[in-house]
């Protein structure tokens, strides 16, 4: 089970730019919770603590508990809105689970023993194809990141989506052939023929010179 981000919400009866400014004034700002079959529900959410954890990354696979009242909602976020001018936080959307529905959700996939890795110690250069990659899990199976060792890549080859080892539960909704990492650059077998024949073709180049002398 994921941690779960607590919030404190209050519910919105106003709406519109001027009930908007009243909130930012108590260091709030508005939400909304909707899901399927769900009826929308307005709320308020604390401004500093929405901020501070979007900051920290992984915030739309973040499994978040909403307290309402006496209710308690589970949620993830769905979408934030910010400020064109000041980039400050202005309205979060977010999306109420269902324990028995499956859920879209975005992972990010992050590199590990990349300085150990095969291919870029011969000289290769690792390409990071694909950073982030939707997922369909149910709520219990949220993952927010996905770790792939690169460390026995070697120069030509590659990763692909098919190539992950994904938790039970958790189905890829991406072309499976795609390449995730790729090690590009040539091995030092085959800089060794390059230099082989570049010798032999400069020992060509001065007979035939020595021929017409």
Do not use: W
């Not at 992950?164 to 072309?175: A, C």
């Not at 091995?187 to 020992?203: C, F, H, L, R, Y």
């Amino acid at each position: 089970m994921p941690n779960i981000f607590a919030i404190k919400a209050e519910q919105r009866t106003e709406t519109g730019k001027i009930a908007s400014k009243k909130l930012k004034h108590q260091g709030l700002i508005p939400a909304v919770i909707y899901g399927p079959g769900k009826e929308p529900k307005a709320i308020a959410v604390d401004f500093a603590l929405i901020a501070k954890r979007h900051k920290q990354g992984r915030f739309y696979t973040q499994l978040c508990e909403i307290e309402l009242g006496n209710k308690k909602i589970q949620v993830i976020p769905r979408d934030l809105y910010r400020h064109p001018v000041t980039d400050n936080v202005e309205h979060v959307d977010f999306y109420e689970l269902d324990a028995k529905i499956r859920v879209k959700i975005k992972a990010q996939i992050v590199a590990q023993n990349e300085s150990k890795c095969k291919g870029v110690k011969l000289g290769g250069v690792l390409s990071h194809n694909i950073r982030r990659i939707e997922l369909l899990c149910f709520p219990k199976d949220i993952i927010s990141e996905i770790s792939v060792d690169v460390e026995k890549l070697n120069i030509g080859e590659s990763i692909h989506i098919s190539d992950l080892n994904l938790p039970k539960g958790v189905e890829v909704k991406v072309n499976e052939n795609l390449s995730i990492f790729t090690i590009s650059g040539r091995t030092p077998e085959e800089e060794s023929d390059e230099a082989t024949d570049e010798d032999a073709a400069s020992k060509v180049e001065v007979i035939t010179e020595s021929k017409k002398e």
